[in-house]
């Protein structure tokens, strides 16, 4: 009887270790500030925005990525109201670094495609008013780190791309020949899970 009791119980520990746990997807909100810039970052723009996105088994996942850029050509005084707004769906791969139930550091890459949209409405030097929509891409890398299991913070770097030559009617801002729309963005936000 004895040998039968330990033996069960021996089972049921091994049972209880081996049983695979609940699979837990690891969605979070960021709300964003950064800034835009093209060939030099003492010109940047600043932009803002909102990221959501999802990581199943804390590896590999999914975002969508919301930035707007007010007066990204210039000042509103040169090009009257000019936005940039782009929405991305994105890839994400992040190795979480002290696990993903607690405070943790999560290096990550990310890229995707999207809708670049820009607009233009007048000003001293454009006397035209132009929208443009087209698809983009983006690619980038940062880290996420978190205070405990529900806030923490993320940074990151991220290239952004038009497919097409940005057509605005604007000699200046035209980029005709093979040279769309392109900008690099520095971002950081809280991160809510």
């Known amino acids: 009887m004895r040998y039968a009791t330990k033996t069960l119980i021996l089972a049921a520990a091994v049972g209880l270790v081996a049983a695979p746990r609940q699979a837990r997807a690891e969605g979070y909100v960021t709300p964003w500030v950064g800034a835009n810039w093209g060939s030099n970052i003492s010109n940047g723009r600043a932009a803002f925005g909102v990221t959501a996105g999802g990581m199943g088994g804390g590896i590999f996942g999914g975002e969508l990525t919301f930035g707007y850029s007010p007066s990204f050509f210039g000042t509103q005084n040169d090009f009257g109201h000019n936005t940039v707004i ?62 405990n299991e529900h806030v923490g913070l993320r940074g990151d770097i991220r290239f952004v791309r038009g497919f097409q030559d940005l057509r605005t009617g604007i000699k200046i801002i035209d980029l005709d020949g093979g040279n769309p729309l392109h900008f690099w963005r520095v971002s950081g936000g809280v991160v809510l899970r």
């Open 86 to 147: 782009d929405l991305m769906g994105n890839v994400i791969i992040g190795v979480p670094i002290g696990g993903t139930d607690v405070a943790a550091v999560k290096p990550f890459v990310t890229g995707g495609i999207g809708l670049l949209r820009t607009q233009l409405d007048g000003g001293t030097l454009a006397h035209v008013s132009s929208s443009n929509n087209g698809w983009g891409w983006n690619a980038g890398g940062g880290l996420m780190g978190y205070f």
